[in-house]
């Protein structure tokens, strides 16, 4: 960490400073310039407070030079992180296809669903038992009955389940999904993350509507650092002024984060454009930017569906995506 | 609610909406223009997927003309709501003052705060146990203790505290806490706000970094809609691009927020800009746009604080801050 | 238009309203609900002051039936509109692409780079001669001097060129360029746009940091109703409060711009990012999204290139992905 | 600026880097840490690219440690500046009222209004003449005879009178105008900042909708450096994700920029919000936060406004108010 201190500041508070730094265990290299002291931090400075430095009188700014993130560090992870289901294989060159319905509604339903994105190339199924809805009076998910219901779209296709926790009182009945998702929404409900870094199970991040990509990568180190290192990140639209779409996909976040960690990076353009006649569009740029993986929102009967239709595609609309999401993939990584 | 239909849609399509919509227990007034037709939809539309609706093909647009909210909507409660927390009121007139350390750390600390910011005018105590911090690494308050700390200051002050609950599981600990508070990454955590909806305690909900005023609302409408009708709003600053402040205190969502809903709203100047060199005058802006309080950080030794000592003010500043505070609101609500 | 009154105004002020509208040239289609009175506008709402009808005490809620815009609104327009230049063409179907350095520097570094790009696939070449720069002391462009460089790697290479024009009085040096572009900062520099109208030169206008689509399209809609319809649409990144990327790219404007009007639409994911090494990711999710065009800056020397040399690629670089490029458009549009 | 390189540089790329560094004029200071090597470049560094150094493979960050700001930085100005225009001072403690309607509309419209906020304190008129406007078919002002009906007002009251200009053309209109105003869609229009800069008038400088503070201070820059001293900085309000209101009136701008620049700092609230009954709130948040000034849209008949009328106030409005802006001032600034 560098501290930069304003031009002209008084000996005692500079001293009172350097003082207190070397008290949390570090080494301090001063460098004198014309305008400007500048301060090197040498020592593990994780723990250290920016802003409360920077806040300081006598500090001009502050700035960083290790990340404060470690076990998703790229730096110290050179190899990508491969993460295994059952068979299926996510990250490390693996590129796999995740769909379903946004909830799950029955059991004729999530079957036929599951059949058929599996027919179009879909390696895991999602769909929704436990919903976040803004509005209370929204259908919420047929919760444990949902999760009923996916199990046994498990046992009819072989795929495997990725479904959403909201609360953390109800860890138990996940028990047997295969991949935990956590919402944009929980993404920094760090109580959740910590849990969940608790269990065996491969977590599916998703980034938080106004949350930085530093940000993702604290609360995946959340998990991680509680024991659990199999999480996959999804990229699935921010918050901005736009017109006309729901958020804004910022497929800049995929070879960024690739840089920036080890771990898996999908991306979700059902959520993020909320349109579904876009989302082929933004499924096949997802895949040309480089994401790991797609996941998308599959519904046998769209106008019916009691969440989010509006963004959902019909069977065969994503048979036809799938053929040219597997062919871009061929041409960026063949 | 009003959709008005693409030029030129086939008529079956189109009564085919207008069936699904009456299935849904709604009327349906239908106007032909020239180059639209426009459905009115008579009946209770909250449960209607408005994006769903605009997501049809044959559907050039939606528009809402009842709010999906009820229990906090002003037009169905005309009259402010006031708070009572002990002798204490806030809301419809009674502006009250909220004011304590980002985390406590001490009991030395929490009642030499608690005096100073008591002589200073403030009449709530606000004290961090449960910290939410992005990173895993960083301190997270000192729990049970810090809320046995609280009590401890309230016993020596008589103010009553607010203090913050992130998880579900520790509410049990919060039972003689007297105002609980929900914080901005928790502001979309349907799970816990329907279990605050269950308690009788204030609820004190900050509004998320990238939520609209609308999303603010609906999340109240949790709380009220499970039983629990005493929530205060307070507005801490969203994301947006701007460099040099931590976030955008958004103080025109103090009057539109007045004119939305008929629950108190405060504004936290701290947590909003991070810097308590400009605290004041955020203060007392919040003052003058018309919040019923203001929710300032103070600590007696902010270079020291464990946690966010950027945004805090001393005991003394505090103290000439609020004579400001209360001279604008003076002129404000003579 | 729709205008929603408030639930129980007065009788006489609704019915001022309607007599205002009505000298306007509008008639007036009341339609009376439960809660609320519905005015339907009907004839040329195009004039209306949307903002000042919502503004009223009496009205709560206004919403636009027909977009604002008419020259650019696909729904007057259905066939895409094919831009040429000589022998070039852009939009319905014809893909190009567009390539050449940030500034223009000198003659050996414009036909290098020309020849270079050209060899790779680009059919238009771009290079800055005015420059927009944030601070005065930055380098802005070597202005005249820089035209007749990019004349003579026109010349040299029969490609034709694109350039940005900053100052309405410039006009004339343009008088050869075959392309005129309209920078972001510029997009809203309404006495340009309408000069540009004037012109009969392809008009290449970049979208502002911070506008919707509909002034965008507001914006083409300047230049076209002042008598040139020649405009191609280009996205290049918006703000939001993203880290590590400049700026972000908002890669579904593509396809939702496809659907509001006929004018072809481009990517420049140099500008977007800000950082070369993701350039080539981007570049082929804009070609996936469905782009007309994808416009790249291209250095043969970045690390002294004169301005923004992070954000270029080399010449072998740029090779390499164009290959890719064309193999991803084959894919979207076989 | 400080540069810092990543782990494990090759030494022969870190040199040329240093050689490139040197050649532009700076002496570089290196120091070496566990894990990274830091370099500080010592000496004039306004004209080095900072994006483009950061961009380098072998740079992990850079960090400015100087503004690139002089004229309008306070470091080297330490007091305010405060700019006259005939006996009206702004700034330095001299807090000034601006009022007025959006448009020009006739002789009697201007003169009316003027002489109410004359009565009611206010010691500047605006005024549009020409008019900015997102749709090509919208009023844009009656231009020279807008700035003519001015004038007349200006005689009628002895107001002195601000308008904005948009096009660099029409200059010479302005010749007897009091302070120029550059609207937000041109702040980054940097060749009518340099003409602005070679007049000798008060230049009233609003932030662009998606500008930063630094921006908007370099824009300031762009004027002053071509030798006209005196600009006036007004916050009106960013362009953020919020539903309601208009655009999000950043107040911390105003404490923020008193600190980075010694130019005087106004508000806009009418702009800001759109909304005219919530402007008196933010009309006193904007007074309390310490603005310099306040500038207000005033209108004798807002209903039949050509534009904007949804955010102007009735003179009796804005009398009412500017009592309480008084009595605010007189809190914060005794």
Chains 1, 2, 3, 4 share one sequence.
């Not at 001063?30 to 305008?35: H, M, Q």
């Not at 339903?109 to 803004?134: D, E, N």
């Not at 920036?260 to 454009?273: C, E, G, M, N, R």
């Not at 969440?307 to 990584?333: H, M, N, W």
Request: one cysteine or more; a negative charge; proline letters at 4%.
């Amino acid at each position: 960490m560098i501290v930069v201190l304003k031009h002209g500041v008084q000996r005692d508070k500079r001293e009172q400073l350097i003082h207190w730094l070397e008290k949390q265990g570090l080494r301090i290299h001063i460098s004198e310039g014309e305008y400007q002291t500048v301060l090197g931090l040498i020592g593990d400075t994780t723990h250290i407070d920016m802003d409360l430095v920077d806040s300081l009188e006598i500090v001009d700014s502050v700035k960083r030079v290790t990340e404060p993130f470690k076990c998703c560090n790229r730096k110290f992870h050179p190899e990508d992180m491969v993460v295994e289901v059952g068979d299926v294989k996510i990250g490390g060159g693996h590129f796999v296809l995740i769909a379903g319905p946004c909830s799950v509604e029955s059991e004729e339903q999530i079957v036929t669903v599951a059949a058929a994105v599996k027919a179009a190339g879909a390696k895991i199924l999602r769909g929704g038992a436990f919903k976040p809805r803004t509005s209370p009076y929204d259908f919420s998910g047929l919760k444990a009955t949902g999760l009923e219901l996916l199990r046994i779209a498990r046992k009819e296709t072989g795929l495997p389940i990725v479904t959403e926790l909201m609360d953390v009182r109800d860890l138990e009945l996940f028990a047997d999904v295969d991949i935990i998702q956590v919402g944009a929404r929980n993404m920094q409900n760090f109580d959740l993350l910590r849990e969940l870094g608790r269990t065996d199970k491969p977590i599916l991040l998703k980034r938080g509507l106004a949350n930085t990509l530093k940000e993702l990568l604290m609360s995946a180190e959340y998990i991680m650092s509680s024991g659990n290192e199999r999480v996959i990140l999804c990229e699935r639209g921010i918050r901005t002024f736009t017109d006309y779409t729901r958020n804004t996909l910022d497929l800049s976040a995929v070879p960024m984060l690739h840089e920036l960690t080890h771990l898996p990076v999908i991306v979700d353009p059902s959520h993020a454009t909320g349109i579904a006649r876009i989302v082929p569009n933004m499924a096949l740029a997802g895949t040309a930017a480089g994401a790991d993986g797609i996941m998308i929102e599959v519904h046998n009967d769209p106008i019916n569906a009691l969440c989010d239709g509006a963004q959902s595609l019909r069977p065969e609309e994503y048979a036809a995506l799938t053929e040219k999401i597997f062919a871009v993939r061929k041409v960026v990584a063949p």
